[in-house]
T-cell receptor, first 108, second 114 residues
């Protein structure tokens, strides 16, 4: 079967650093993506890791270890607008399989 | 707007009704998808279309019927739904089914079945 595990909720304060972990079990793995979804909004693409290592895009970084079937999203210098749900998603041949999502709440 | 437009944004329907959800993209993408998002559950892939051909039907009940008349439009026809079908239905598109570049999602249709 296929499964992705991520924490259901994370809280932090403005300016802090947060790491959201994702472990997966799947066949036909091509890469790991991360999406952000604000309440009432569309999921939006944040990052993609096809190879092991760290990818950095501004305040957000994403990491993948294929041997450990593990990845994480790192959010730095947190802002109130980062309060949202974050989903890891495995690219499996011709489709995306999503995790259950992590709700991040940023407090002042 | 994300480039993928879904209508209607909200829909309330009875179990005996027939309705359709519409999705439109003008991003030049070749693949389109329907996902279902329920509370406390992962986004569930329902259908995949690549170049207007259905390439995936993820064991979806026949009361959901997709249609892709061209590469820019995708429909989801609904009939005799159940209350447990109430959810957010999201449409997405990508340049190809191997979506490393990233899917572009619409804002969804919030469906309530009464």
């Amino acid at each position: 079967g296929q499964s992705l595990e991520q924490p259901s909720e994370v809280t932090a304060v403005e300016g802090a650093i947060v790491q959201i972990n994702c472990t997966y079990q799947t066949s036909g793995f091509y890469g790991l993506s991360w999406y952000q979804q604000h309440d009432g909004g569309a999921p939006t693409f944040l990052s993609y890791n096809g190879l092991d290592g760290l990818e950095e895009t501004g305040r957000f970084s994403s990491f993948l270890s294929r041997s450990d079937s593990y990845g994480y999203l790192l959010l730095q210098e947190l802002q109130m607008k980062d309060s949202a749900s974050y989903f890891c998603a495995v690219i499996n041949t011709d489709k995306l399989i999503f995790g259950t999502g992590t709700r991040l709440q940023v407090f002042p | 707007e994300t480039g993928v437009t879904q209508t209607p944004r909200h829909l309330v329907m009875g179990m005996t009704n027939k309705k359709s959800l519409k999705c439109e993209q003008h991003l030049g993408h070749n693949a389109m998808y329907w996902y279902k998002q329920s509370a406390k559950k992962p986004l569930e892939l329902m259908f995949v279309y690549s170049l207007e051909e259905r390439v995936e039907n993820n064991s979806v009940p026949s009361r959901f019927s997709p249609e892709c008349p061209n590469s820019s439009h995708l429909f989801l026809h609904l009939h005799t739904l159940q209350p447990e079908d109430s959810a957010l239905y999201l449409c997405a598109s990508s340049p190809s089914p191997q979506g490393a570049v990233g899917y572009t999602f619409g804002s969804g249709t919030r469906l309530t079945v009464v």
